[in-house]
């Protein structure tokens, strides 16, 4: 079993950058491909990006490619989303996930059998 925490999300201007933190507790983590996700308001779910198990290997939604970067460290049994240059369509709450039956991931969230409580990313214009 995998347990998530989201943290470091917040309040930022339009331009600006964050980075989140997701904290995995559980033997596999190093094994699982990782994905982070958002829900906007009134809005569904949608993929943001994926890593594989060793970090080698990601992909990222259109809307945020060249401006996020997702990266694990495996030691700590983290995983991070920078995310750069923001816009106030970024504005959602962001949600890690994890896929223990896999160890490149999916941009599906369907694949995704554990998930954080979100952390709220707001940007003002």
């Known amino acids: 079993q995998v347990q998530l925490v989201e943290s470091w999300g917040g309040l930022v201007q339009a331009g600006g950058s964050l980075r989140l933190s997701c904290a995995a507790s559980?033997?596999?983590?190093?094994?699982?491909?990782m994905g982070w996700f958002r829900r906007a308001p009134g809005k569904q779910r949608e993929f943001v990006a994926n890593?594989?198990?060793?970090?080698?290997?990601?992909y990222y939604a259109v809307s945020v490619k060249d401006r996020f970067t997702i990266s694990r460290d495996n030691a700590q049994n983290t995983v991070y989303l920078q995310m750069n240059s923001l816009k106030p369509e970024d504005t959602a709450v962001y949600y890690c996930?994890?896929?223990?039956?896999?160890?490149?991931?999916?941009?599906?969230?369907?694949?995704?059998?554990?998930w954080g409580q979100g952390t709220q990313v707001t940007v003002s214009s």
């Open positions: 996930a994890a896929d223990i039956h896999s160890s490149e991931g999916s941009s599906s969230s369907r694949e995704y059998e554990y």
């Open positions: 559980g033997r596999t983590f190093s094994r699982c491909a």
């Open positions: 890593i594989n198990w060793s970090g080698r290997s990601t």
